[in-house]
């Protein structure tokens, strides 16, 4: 695996229908054409994803969008043209063009414009949308460093287009509509606060039991190797584990503790953006490490927090 920023590598990869890693603001992504289909099936080999589960189809620009879906909520318009290029997914019903095998079968397509200078470059440079979905193995976490790709594919992939360490560092906000209303189907890199200032009170379904509408919001989906506890007290977790090589994962301040050989902290300032941007590279991080287990606390439920506690508690073993 070749791993570089040279767009023209990517563009030659690409339309010889390989599959190519390509950097987005939110996390890395396994890029294929949306139009071929033998190149969007190596996908979900790679990643040994099941068939059922949509992929996300990256587009260069919110202009572009009415090619590729049938109909445009008022709201959609109005989050598309405040939040793109940006961390928000639009699930919206697709264009008939829009194959199939995109979509899982589902009449709707999950479109979105990556703010990524790289690859944006990269999808004026070809003359077609690509398929996305996260580039880690199915059920670990995601990538935000080529290196992370790397590691997770080696010489399954031709080409990882290098664009730096993901910005966000969390997955896209998905949103979906029903009579026109968003709901939100995955909490992820755009705040709801941000959401809600722009088309007022949304409705979240972000579970997956419940929630056929994005069949890849299953509960455990983004685990590290170790196992992850979120406990509520930290001292009587500990002081009732049998294991003593610990990693503890806070937000702004270590827990100093016998057991706890390490402390990884997301943001000792408390800024949620910088918590989000760490949370994978931390975990991916820890797992290279031989700790027993892991332990941590949700973070405030306001902001990015939202979407970290979702993350946290898709990763965790267990909660108490
Ligand atoms: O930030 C992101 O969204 C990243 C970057 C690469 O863009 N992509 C990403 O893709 O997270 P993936 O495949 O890991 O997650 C996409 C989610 C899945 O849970 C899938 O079920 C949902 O989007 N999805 C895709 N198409 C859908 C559709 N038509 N209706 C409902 N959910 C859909
Ligand atoms: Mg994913």
Redesign the pocket.
């Known amino acids: 695996m070749k791993i570089s920023n040279d767009i023209n590598e990517a563009v030659f990869w690409l339309s010889q229908n390989k599959v190519v890693a ?1 950097p ?1 603001e ?5 890029a294929a054409n949306i139009y071929n289909e033998e190149a969007v099936n190596s996908i979900y080999k790679i990643k040994n ?1 099941p068939s059922n ?4 189809v ?1 587009i260069k620009s919110e202009r572009e969008l009415y090619k590729y879906v049938d109909h445009v909520p008022v709201k959609a318009n109005l989050l598309a043209k405040t939040f793109w290029p940006g ?1 928000l ?1 639009l ?1 919206l019903k ?1 264009a008939a063009h829009i194959p199939n095998y ?3 079968n ?1 009449d ?3 479109i ?1 414009v ?1 703010a990524h200078k790289t690859t944006l470059n990269l999808l004026e440079n070809l003359l077609f949308p690509l398929a ?5 193995p199915s059920n670990n976490v ?1 990538s935000t460093t080529a290196q992370h790709v790397l590691d997770y594919f080696g010489d399954k992939l031709p080409f990882v287009l290098d664009g730096g360490s993901c910005a ?1 560092g ?3 906000t ?1 949103i ?1 509509f029903e009579k026109g209303e968003p709901i939100i ?2 909490l ?2 755009l705040s709801v606060e941000h959401i809600e200032r722009v088309v007022g009170k949304v409705q979240i379904r972000n579970n997956a039991t419940q929630n056929p ?5 299953f509960s455990k ?1 983004y685990a590290p190797k170790t196992p992850l506890y979120i406990v509520k007290n930290l001292e009587d977790f500990l002081s009732k584990a049998n294991d003593t090589n610990c990693a503890y994962l806070g937000f702004d301040k270590p827990f100093i503790h016998s057991k706890i050989n390490k402390n990884y902290l997301l943001s000792e300032n408390k800024n949620f953006d910088e918590a989000a941007s760490n949370l994978y590279k931390t975990l991916i991080e820890i797992d290279t490490q031989q700790f027993d287990l892991i332990v941590t606390q949700y973070l405030p439920e306001i902001d990015l927090g939202k979407s970290i506690n979702d993350r946290l508690s898709r990763a965790a073993f267990q909660i108490n």
Do not use: Q
Request: aromatic share 4%; net charge positive; glycine share 8%.
């Open positions: 390509i987005t939110t996390v890395y992504g396994l994803r589960n949509p992929l996300i990256h961390p997914t699930v697709k995109i979509t899982s589902k709707t397509v999950a979105r990556p996305a979905p996260s580039a880690n995601s966000k969390l997955e896209s998905i979906g189907y995955r992820g890199a509408d994005a069949p890849g919001m989906h």
